[in-house]
């Protein structure tokens, strides 16, 4: 914020993502985006958004949940490491320019340029809608417009899966910039992690939490454990001396992911293809690491969860800023558009 308030100083370019809160963040969150986050808070202009109402656009059924996991959400960014004096952090559903923004931009997409979104048509295969798609889920992806356009970002952390997603986002702002003559909008880039995303510890494409497959970021040290002992490995793999195979095998999957020390990965890979290298040797070595690096977010949680009158006052003080901010470029896109404008016409 120091930067636009001060035209001095050099403009740094702005980062927006945000998550849906509907149950803890894992270790797909981790190396999917949390981490991008951690290091682009150094440098950025960084917002990030706990997505209560997008998460509605798939559980209207249970608004509970959603609001329960507010609170969660926003303790495990504190718990990472997420620095409210770096980070603005806001809930969505208080961000009422948001949902102005989403009605406006509805008219520059059409529904046929929503169904043919890959990422919309693999969840809706995944949720089983069939044919009863909520109106708001197959239009979310213009929210998603809103979310990025509003703050005005530069730049989007997310997982490969959406893509799309930015990629809609785009075509929405230069309808627009076409439309007014300017770059009322800028458009947004996708920084997606080159390792991929990191599948379930049975081996399953995604991690989630609703297919048990995934280790939350509050986990407990026995649940790590439990975790680790149980991942899938090569099933051929019955003996210590078989040959094994590393490709599929989510213990060096996610050695790959969390391992700093590349050539003892390298040379336990080569032994366990020889054959001689048990599987409990890299799960021994594997749970070391992910103890490592949750305990610290796991007891930074713990404290933080009894402190909720200063959570509550991190989401409330960042709300309040993003909707200076967002409400600032509502102003603007309906500037840029000519629509009516009740207080210029009324003053
Ligand atoms: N769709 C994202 C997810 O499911 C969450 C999200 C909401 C988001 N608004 C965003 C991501 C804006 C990036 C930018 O994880």
């Known amino acids: 914020m120091q930067d636009n308030l001060n035209p001095t100083a050099s403009p740094r370019r702005t980062v927006l993502t ?11 969150h981790y190396v999917g985006s949390l981490k991008t986050r951690l290091a682009l808070q150094e440098t950025h202009q960084q917002f990030v958004l706990v997505a209560d109402t ?11 949940k959603v609001r329960r996991n507010v609170l969660e959400v926003a303790l495990d960014y504190l718990a990472v490491g997420i620095d409210p004096g770096k980070t603005t952090i806001a809930v969505q559903s208080a961000l009422p320019a948001l949902a102005e923004l989403t009605l406006l931009y509805m008219n520059f997409v059409t529904v046929a340029r929503l169904e043919r979104n890959p990422t ?14 909520p109106a708001g889920f197959l239009c979310y992806p213009v929210a998603q417009a809103a979310d990025i356009t509003g703050f005005k970002a530069h730049v989007v952390p997310v997982g490969e899966d959406q893509a799309p997603l930015i990629e809609q986002t785009n075509e929405i702002v230069r309808r627009i910039n076409r439309q007014v003559g300017r770059d009322v909008l800028p458009e947004a880039q ?17 991690m989630s939490k609703s297919q048990g497959n995934s280790i939350p970021l509050s986990s407990s040290a026995d649940a790590i454990r439990e975790s680790v002992r149980s991942m899938y490995t090569d099933p051929n793999h019955l003996r210590a001396s078989d040959p094994g195979t590393v490709e599929g095998n989510m213990v060096f999957t996610y050695l790959d992911a969390f391992d700093e020390d590349r050539a003892t990965v390298e040379r336990l890979k080569a032994e366990y293809r020889a054959g001689g290298l048990g599987d409990m040797v890299v799960k021994r070595r594997l749970e070391e690491q992910l103890q490592a690096l949750i305990a610290p977010i796991r007891e930074r949680r713990e404290q933080l969860a009894r402190e909720p009158g200063y959570v509550f006052d991190v989401l409330r003080a960042g709300t309040q800023r993003a909707q200076a901010v967002t409400q600032g470029t509502l102003d603007d896109v309906r500037a840029a558009l000519g629509t009516f404008s009740f207080d210029a016409v009324t003053r």
């Open 18 to 28: 945000g998550d849906r809160p509907t149950g803890p963040l894992h270790l797909g």
């Open 54 to 64: 997008q998460a509605m656009t798939d559980n209207a059924h249970d608004p509970d």
């Open 120 to 133: 919309i048509k693999e969840e809706i295969q995944a949720r089983g809608f069939g044919r009863d798609i």
């Open 190 to 206: 996708a920084l997606i992690p080159t390792t991929g995303r990191l599948p379930g510890v049975d081996g399953k494409a995604k």
